[in-house]
């Protein structure tokens, strides 16, 4: 289920036409025979803490912008015109055609089996999914209400910027898990002095300045 519900996404991404007949699909997959799994022997796996920090150590010291360069020299090589841009997926959970859902309860259902946890069908998980949603959107209202008391301010203030003191606005840091509500004064802003004239804009903006 995981291997016909991801083929299906990327299949997607991809603007292919995914095989969504699971009697195709097992037909398709019996023709590959991938081959055997063989560890590579110049590869170890930390199974301890120190072994955990010695391995992240080896990486920070490696030449990453070497790696990086290297990257974007390949990929500068690649020719646009073979190439396809990928198409984004919105989540729907409720969407039984898009098999969304098929893919994350296949997931979710691997992950339980390396801890032991009993698995869930579709419908259960669907159920968790749709738990997600109210806490998402209870973050979103706290943070629309944060910046309209913001806007408020500016309002009461003569609605101009300037006639309202840099002080009276505050940064808002939340966390509605633990939960934690935090405010700061904002910096201010580094200015300039710039003639408008040289970017060429009419005088109905000189008019506005003064």
Same mark, same amino acid.
Not at 59 to 83: P, R
């Given at each position: 289920? %995981?291997?016909? +519900? /991801? &083929?299906?996404? !990327? #299949?997607?991404? =991809?603007? *292919? @036409? $995914? ?83 098929? %893919?994350?309860? +296949? /997931? &979710?259902?691997? !992950? #339980?089996?390396? =801890?032991? *946890? @009993? $698995? ?91």
């Amino acid at each position: 289920n %995981f291997v016909w +519900a /991801a &083929s299906i996404l !990327r #299949a997607q991404q =991809y603007g *292919i @036409a $995914p095989i969504i007949d699971k009697r195709k699909f097992l037909a398709v997959l019996k023709e590959i025979h991938p081959p055997p799994f063989m560890p590579k022997s110049d590869i170890k796996i930390a199974v301890t803490e120190a072994e955990a920090k010695q391995e992240e150590k080896a990486v920070a010291d490696d030449d990453v912008d070497e790696k990086l360069q290297s990257v974007m020299m390949n990929l500068a090589k690649l020719n646009k015109k073979m190439t396809k841009p990928l198409i984004s997926i919105d989540f729907e959970k409720d969407d039984d055609t898009n098999h969304h859902m098929e %893919f994350i309860t +296949a /997931a &979710s259902n691997l !992950r #339980a089996d390396n =801890y032991q *946890i @009993a $698995p869930a069908d579709v419908m259960k998980t669907k159920q968790i999914a749709g738990r997600i949603i109210p806490a998402i959107a209870t973050t979103t209202a706290a943070v629309a209400g944060l910046a309209c008391i913001e806007l408020y301010k500016m309002i009461g203030n003569g609605n101009r910027l300037p006639n309202v003191p840099l002080a009276v606005f505050k940064n808002g840091f939340l966390n509605l898990a633990l939960p934690f509500f935090g405010f700061s004064e904002p910096i201010a802003a580094p200015k300039k002095k710039m003639d408008i004239s040289r970017f060429g804009i009419d005088s109905k903006y000189r008019d506005r300045r003064k």
